[in-house]
């Protein structure tokens, strides 16, 4: 059966500090891997995909994810953190199970930048 | 903007009431979701219908009931619900369930139960 896991509840940075919130998998075959971010009262916003290609992946808001197929990670990262990145982030992934494709979310990761 | 429209964004009722939560996508999606939020859990998905047909129901009591009377429209039926259903109900839309896009998202209906 397919999991992910985001092994911290809350990650705090500094603002303009590198930031990374973290993300592990498992799946049978190759994944689909998705982070999406959640700002207070709205709903789920995708911020970027890894589907097949370049490892290194870059979406909105100056947000990247890097696949590590070895570790079965897809780490969400940026160079400099903003305060208004403050919001929870939903790791993603999308697998072959008995009955066709699936896609199932992490917990969530709480992020805190202070300024 | 998301595309993906909730109504009513709050909803107060007692155990005994009926409600229903409304959805509308103007994505031309084909596949609609709606998911439960409580706090501290993962996101749980309750239903998924593609191109009208419900094609998933993860063991979600009766008293939740759905509804998709095409591509555009999904409800959720509420009727004698316990306090434990209070969350944030989530509705989303895909182009198609058996393809690998990101889902769009509504900004939900937060749900109190008295």
């Known amino acids: 059966a397919q999991s992910v896991a985001q092994p911290e509840d809350q990650v705090n940075v500094a603002e303009g500090n590198p930031l990374t919130v973290k993300c592990t998998y498992s799946v049978s075959g190759n994944p689909y891997l998705f982070w999406y971010v959640q700002y207070p009262n709205r709903g789920l916003q995708f911020l970027l995909k890894y589907i097949t290609g370049d490892n290194l992946v870059k979406g909105s808001y100056g947000f990247e994810a890097e696949f590590n197929k070895s570790q079965t990670s897809f780490h969400l990262k940026k160079p400099s953190a903003l305060v208004s990145d403050s919001a929870l982030y939903f790791c993603?992934?999308?697998?072959?199970?008995?009955?066709?494709?699936?896609?199932?979310f992490g917990a969530g990761t709480r992020l805190f930048v202070k300024a | 903007e998301t595309g993906v429209t909730q109504t009513p964004r709050h909803l107060v009722m007692g155990m005994t009431n009926k409600k229903s939560l409304k959805c509308e996508q103007h994505?031309?999606?084909?596949?609609m979701y709606w998911y439960k939020q409580s706090a501290k859990k993962p996101l749980e998905l309750m239903f998924v219908?593609?191109?009208?047909?419900?094609?998933e129901n993860n063991s979600v009591p009766s008293r939740f009931s759905p509804e998709c009377p095409n591509s555009s429209h999904l409800f959720l039926h509420l009727h004698t619900l316990q306090p434990e259903d209070s969350a944030l109900y989530l509705c989303?839309?895909?182009?198609?369930?058996?393809?690998?896009?990101?889902?769009?998202f509504g900004d939900g209906t937060r749900l109190s139960i008295l």
């Open positions: 989303a839309s895909s182009q198609d369930e058996a393809d690998h896009q990101p889902q769009h």
């Open positions: 993603a992934v999308r697998g072959l199970n008995t009955g066709g494709f699936k896609t199932i």
């Open positions: 219908y593609n191109f009208k047909e419900q094609t």
């Open positions: 994505l031309g999606h084909n596949a």
